[in-house]
T-cell receptor, first 113, second 111 residues
Framework: DTEVTQTPKHLVMGMTNKKSLKCEQH?????MYWYKQKAKKPPELMFV???????INESVPSRFSPECPNSSLLNLHLHALQPEDSALYLC????????????FGPGTRLTVL | QKEVEQNSGPLSVPEGAIASLNCTYS??????FFWYRQYSGKSPELIMF????GDKEDGRFTAQLNKASQYVSLLIRDSQPSDSATYLC???????????FGGGTRVLVKP
């Protein structure tokens, strides 16, 4: 089973709201990723967690705050977002942070008003 | 020069024909190569991965890797309308698993 789940599927929020995106996998993977994808563009890496520790932060603005509570869960906390942050947010996981296949979740479509 | 380059398309192929997609990469340290399919509004779905020079076949899909020439290709045989999607080429270096994506090739299979 190569399933990564994400909730919610869709999220509409105002610029003053605080919300969270959730990602879960039960494949025993030890690396988890957050990507952002704008329309007609490839996914852009935001964060990487390896063994529950933040390994990579691709200079993402502080209004995005990742959290890895345990090896199966990954959250992305959102605060004071801008309309240009509207995008598809994708979570992925892989066995570990080496050369290993990444499996993507279905994504959360975020709209910031 | 972009790190991973693909022709954006659209690549229009008749149903039943072979679709040929190409991807070039600039980093000679690249070790792992992936093809993902992405339908409009959906997330990327892994189709193939290849690590070694040569061909790798899986059903109607064949990935080809030539590290000396720094390209990887994907062939889709007996193309079906359901193959109409954007195909993303992605590459990682030896150390770490940071995927670098190409811009994607849009494929349109016409009945």
């Amino acid at each position: 089973d190569t399933e990564v789940t994400q909730t919610p599927k869709h999220l509409v929020m105002g610029m003053t709201n605080k919300k969270s995106l959730k990602c879960e996998q039960h494949m025993g993977h030890r690396a988890m990723y957050w990507y952002k994808q704008k329309a007609k563009k490839p996914p852009e890496l935001m964060f990487v967690y390896s063994y529950e520790k933040l390994s990579i932060n691709e200079s993402v603005p502080s209004r995005f705050s990742p959290e890895c509570p345990n090896s199966s869960l990954l959250n992305l906390h959102l605060h004071a977002l801008q309309p240009e942050d509207s995008a598809l947010y994708l979570c992925a996981s892989s066995q570990d942070f080496s050369r290993d296949t990444q499996y993507f979740g279905p994504g959360t479509r975020l709209t910031v008003l | 020069q972009k790190e991973v380059e693909q022709n954006s398309g659209p690549l229009s192929v008749p149903e039943g024909a072979i679709a040929s997609l190409n991807c070039t990469y600039s980093d000679r340290g690249s070790q792992s190569f992936f093809w993902y399919r992405q339908y409009s509004g959906k997330s990327p779905e892994l189709i193939m991965f290849i690590y070694s020079n040569g061909d790798k076949e899986d059903g109607r899909f064949t990935a080809q890797l030539n590290k000396a020439s720094q390209y990887v290709s994907l062939l889709i045989r007996d193309s079906q309308p359901s193959d109409s999607a954007t195909y993303l080429c992605a590459v990682t270096r030896a150390a770490g698993n940071k995927l670098t994506f190409g811009g994607g090739t849009r494929v349109l299979v016409k009945p």
